[in-house]
């Protein structure tokens, strides 16, 4: 059984292999963060249009409404 796991759980008497491990693992997760800060920062851009534009038909609408009435 403890040959199944060796490949898994190996710990190196030197510590300094460590190093470009944590090196690489500080890299992803400053890219990860950078992504998810895009991918916030989009999505506030597309709130923005989509509320300017659900402005605009309610005003439309409500003018066709209005010129609906007076026609009446």
Known sequence: MSILYSGFLYFPEDKTAYIPAAIEFLIILLL?????????????KQEMKTKALEERVLRERQQQMSNHQSHS
């Not at 990860?32 to 506030?44: E, P, T, Y």
């Open 32 to 44: 990860c963060i950078g992504a998810f800060m895009l991918f916030k920062h989009l999505s506030k």
